[in-house]
């Protein structure tokens, strides 16, 4: 299938997202989405999977801090970006998502998220999911890489028409300044330089905002409203999936916020003016994405499908694209 017709299809899936419910507490805002992929998982999640032993998560070889290997079982297994993987010689984070063919061994580009260990550890389970914040950063530093390996490309030999993988590696440097960035404002000294610590630090407060937000019956996406914007949106082609994923996602967008409050109480970024994303946020960030689709790259996946990296007007993105259909879809606002 040429880019084109993948660019109009999810241009075309995205046309038809619409919110369903919205939460609100304090200022965190998430609005449930709807849109016209739902159908049941040809795939496991790397929790259920993990929990059922269908997937191991291992170091490459004797350990390479911007690769692992996954193993998979019978069934495949999707591993969407921002999750993470604790244990190991150091924990990580999944760098984007990726489709396991079942019963295969495939390296998966991961960053590293304590900087402090490197130790005899080689298995690796599965662990929360990042904060949106987080996962916004290392999108962008993917998307450079990309950029850049595209560009380096064009000037080498001709390709004769094979689809590039990129390496989907982020910008190692940069997310250990951020951890260290994040236990500061959170005052948490971790002897690793852990961003699970900071976490830890804050369970209670996010576990409060998880019980607060039940998933709505039927949705299949989430867009999170934080300091009056809304800073990211979530798609998955089933609602069995987002349903599953629900309270990892709450997570995910309480930590961000509890980040931003410390952040804004730091002076390190004004007060918001108000609490709650205007009534046209969404369908401008779904507006822009679509439009960005028309440059989008389109590259192989790392595991089965194709990767999908978009750039726009206050917008970045991504999709993993399987079988004609996308199976996830992240996006995250970019400031002017």
Same mark, same amino acid.
């Given at each position: 299938?040429?880019?084109?017709?993948?660019?109009?299809? &999810?241009?075309?899936?995205?046309?038809s997202v619409?919110?369903?419910?919205? *939460?609100?507490? =304090?200022g965190?805002?998430?609005?449930?989405?709807?849109? %016209?992929?739902?159908r049941?998982p040809?795939?496991?999640?790397?929790?259920?999977?993990? +929990?059922?032993?269908?997937?191991?998560?291992?170091?490459?070889?004797?350990? +390479?801090v911007p690769?692992?290997?996954?193993v998979?079982?019978? %069934?495949?297994?999707?591993?969407?970006?921002? =999750?993470?993987?604790?244990?190991?010689?150091? %924990?990580?984070?999944?760098?984007?998502?990726?489709?396991?063919p079942?019963?295969?061994?495939?390296?998966?580009?991961?960053?590293?998220?304590?900087?402090?260990?490197? %130790?005899a550890?080689?298995?690796?389970?599965?662990?929360?999911?990042?904060?949106?914040?987080?996962?916004a950063a &290392?999108?962008?530093?993917?998307?450079k890489?990309?950029?850049?390996?595209?560009?380096?490309?064009?000037?080498?030999?001709?390709?004769h028409?094979?689809?590039?993988?990129?390496?989907?590696?982020?910008?190692?440097?940069?997310?250990?300044?951020?951890?260290?960035?994040?236990?500061a404002?959170?005052?948490? *000294?971790?002897?690793t330089?852990?961003? *699970?610590?900071? #976490?830890? $630090?804050?369970?209670?407060?996010?576990?409060?905002?998880?019980?607060?937000?039940?998933?709505?019956?039927?949705?299949?996406?989430?867009?999170? @409203?934080?300091?009056?914007?809304?800073? +990211?949106?979530?798609?998955? =082609?089933?609602?069995?999936?987002?349903?599953?994923?629900?309270?990892?996602?709450?997570? @995910?967008?309480?930590?961000?916020?509890?980040?931003?409050? $410390?952040?804004v109480?730091a002076?390190?970024?004004?007060?918001?003016? *108000?609490? #709650?994303?205007d009534?046209? +946020?969404?369908?401008r960030?779904?507006?822009?994405?679509?439009?960005? /689709? =028309?440059?989008?790259?389109?590259?192989?996946?790392?595991?089965?499908?194709?990767?999908?990296?978009?750039?726009?007007?206050?917008?970045?993105?991504?999709?993993?694209?399987?079988?004609?259909?996308?199976?996830?879809?992240? /996006?995250?606002? &970019?400031?002017?």
């Amino acid at each position: 299938m040429d880019d084109q017709l993948i660019r109009r299809i &999810v241009r075309e899936d995205l046309a038809s997202v619409r919110p369903v419910i919205t *939460h609100s507490r =304090d200022g965190l805002v998430l609005i449930a989405l709807q849109w %016209n992929v739902d159908r049941p998982p040809a795939y496991d999640t790397a929790v259920k999977a993990a +929990a059922r032993g269908g997937l191991e998560i291992r170091e490459l070889g004797g350990g +390479a801090v911007p690769t692992v290997e996954a193993v998979t079982a019978t %069934n495949p297994v999707v591993m969407f970006a921002g =999750d993470t993987i604790v244990g190991g010689k150091q %924990n990580r984070i999944i760098n984007v998502s990726v489709w396991l063919p079942a019963a295969k061994a495939t390296p998966i580009p991961v960053s590293c998220l304590e900087a402090g260990r490197w %130790n005899a550890g080689y298995r690796f389970e599965t662990g929360r999911k990042v904060d949106y914040a987080f996962r916004a950063a &290392v999108n962008e530093q993917v998307y450079k890489r990309n950029r850049a390996e595209r560009a380096a490309e064009a000037e080498g030999p001709a390709s004769h028409g094979s689809r590039r993988r990129p390496s989907y590696a982020a910008d190692q440097g940069a997310i250990w300044d951020e951890i260290a960035a994040r236990q500061a404002r959170a005052s948490v *000294h971790s002897p690793t330089a852990a961003l *699970h610590d900071v #976490y830890e $630090r804050e369970a209670i407060d996010v576990a409060s905002f998880v019980g607060a937000f039940p998933c709505p019956a039927g949705a299949t996406g989430v867009a999170v @409203g934080i300091g009056g914007h809304l800073v +990211a949106l979530e798609l998955f =082609d089933s609602s069995t999936t987002l349903g599953e994923q629900w309270p990892r996602l709450v997570e @995910g967008a309480a930590s961000a916020y509890v980040d931003h409050r $410390r952040t804004v109480a730091a002076g390190l970024e004004p007060a918001p003016r *108000h609490c #709650y994303p205007d009534e046209g +946020a969404l369908e401008r960030m779904l507006a822009r994405a679509k439009g960005a /689709l =028309d440059d989008a790259v389109v590259g192989a996946s790392v595991g089965e499908g194709l990767d999908i990296r978009l750039q726009g007007e206050k917008v970045r993105g991504a999709s993993l694209v399987v079988s004609d259909h996308p199976v996830h879809v992240e /996006l995250f606002r &970019v400031e002017a």
